[in-house]
């Protein structure tokens, strides 16, 4: 079957980092997708990784293992704004996104 | 428009009802999808659309039908409502299937 795995639930501190972990086993890889989703809203789309390695866009980075299976957001600088909660979705074989049930992620002053 | 938009926000539905719920975009993008959200459970697809005039069945199809007569539109219609399709519902675009999709502002219904 296809499972995507990330935490429940994360606290961290307003100004530090924090590292949101995935793993998936999907039929296929056509790419991984992180998207933001506050509370009562829509998701909106964070990044895209189809390669391995580290990509940065400003306070957020994302990490992408295919060979583990595994991919990571790092949030650095963290902002009472950060407090959603984070969606690891991979793309399966088929082009349809498999979702991981998403990390809460909860941000104290 | 700017966007996609949902109708209607929320809705309580009696069982046994049969309901559309609707979804369009101006962005002229060509895939078009229905999830549903449900509390500890990740986004599970419904039905999609690669395309004007094609759809196809996702995970959870069953007691759902789509259309998409056009680019913009497509309408999710469950025919016979049922308690468990309480749900929140999200319509989603994407320029193709293999971009970015973006995300409507959602629908909660709830079935009595």
């Known amino acids: 079957g296809q499972n995507i795995d990330q935490p429940t639930e994360m606290t961290a501190t307003e100004g530090a980092i924090v590292q949101i972990n995935c793993t998936y086993q999907t039929s296929g890889f056509n790419g991984l997708f992180w998207y933001q989703q506050h509370a009562g809203e829509a998701p909106t789309f964070l990044s895209y990784?189809?390669l391995d390695g580290l990509e940065e866009k400003g306070r957020f980075s994302t990490f992408l293992s295919r060979s583990k299976g595994y991919s990571y957001l790092l949030l650095k600088e963290l902002q009472m704004k950060d407090s959603a909660s984070y969606l690891c979705?991979?793309?399966?074989?088929?082009?349809?996104?498999?979702w991981g049930a998403g990390t809460k992620l909860i941000i104290k002053p | 428009i700017a966007g996609i938009t949902q109708a209607p926000t929320s809705q309580i539905l009696a069982a046994g009802r049969r309901m559309t719920l609707r979804c369009t975009q101006d962005?002229?993008?060509?895939?078009m999808y229905w999830y549903r959200q449900d509390l500890g459970l990740g986004l599970r697809l419904i039905h999609y659309?690669?395309?004007?005039?094609?759809?196809g069945k996702g995970e959870v199809p069953d007691g759902y039908s789509v259309s998409r007569a056009n680019t913009d539109d497509f309408p999710l219609t469950l025919a016979s409502a049922v308690p468990s399709q309480t749900s929140v519902y999200f319509c989603?675009?994407?320029?193709?299937?293999?971009?970015?999709?973006?995300f409507g502002p959602g629908t909660r219904l709830t079935v009595l």
């Open positions: 979705a991979v793309r399966d074989s088929n082009y349809q996104l498999i």
């Open positions: 990784n189809v």
């Open positions: 659309s690669n395309t004007a005039g094609t759809t």
């Open positions: 989603a675009s994407s320029l193709t299937a293999n971009n970015e999709q973006f």
């Open positions: 962005m002229r993008h060509n895939a």
